[in-house]
């Protein structure tokens, strides 16, 4: 099946099998690897992305349903200025270890902010729960998020 999505500000068309998830599209037929697997499950939240501007997990949509929307991912973020205020409180804030995560947690924080004008400490915690981090305890995720939500 062809899709057209608009990912990053630009138009991608591809010709996908009907079962293409939209993970893989994105990894493997428009190489932005920033997009992690890590269950295949919808359970760790590690390939989320923005699409139409909410965030969805990639790992579990397949790309058809894309066809016709903006999509967002990590590597769209950031814009010409430099980083997207979300991703510098992650940095600012040491609200990542080892990595994996920190580009699905992003872009759901990036989703949460634009959602909510008025979050506390639970309410960052609440809105990403279905994103897991296996080496953090989160406070300086939910400092990051307090941070970039200003």
Do not use: W
């Not at 809105?127 to 400092?143: A, P, S």
């Amino acid at each position: 099946m062809e899709v057209s999505v608009t990912v990053n500000g630009q138009v991608r068309t591809a010709d996908v099998e009907p079962r293409t998830l939209l993970a893989h599209f994105l990894r493997d037929d428009l190489g932005l690897t920033g997009t992690n697997i890590g269950c295949d499950t919808s359970s760790c939240g590690a390939c989320t992305v923005l699409v139409d501007g909410r965030s969805a997990k990639s790992c579990t949509m397949l790309a058809v349903q894309a066809d016709g929307a903006d999509v967002t991912t990590i590597e769209g973020l950031a814009g010409e200025d430099g980083l997207h205020p979300m991703q510098q409180a992650f940095h600012e804030c040491h609200a990542l270890q080892c990595g994996y995560c920190t580009p699905g947690m992003v872009m759901a924080a990036v989703s949460l902010v634009d959602e909510y004008s008025d979050l506390d400490a639970d309410g960052v915690r609440e809105g990403l729960e279905g994103n897991l981090c296996r080496c953090t305890g989160y406070q300086n995720i939910v400092k990051a998020v307090l941070a970039a939500s200003e």
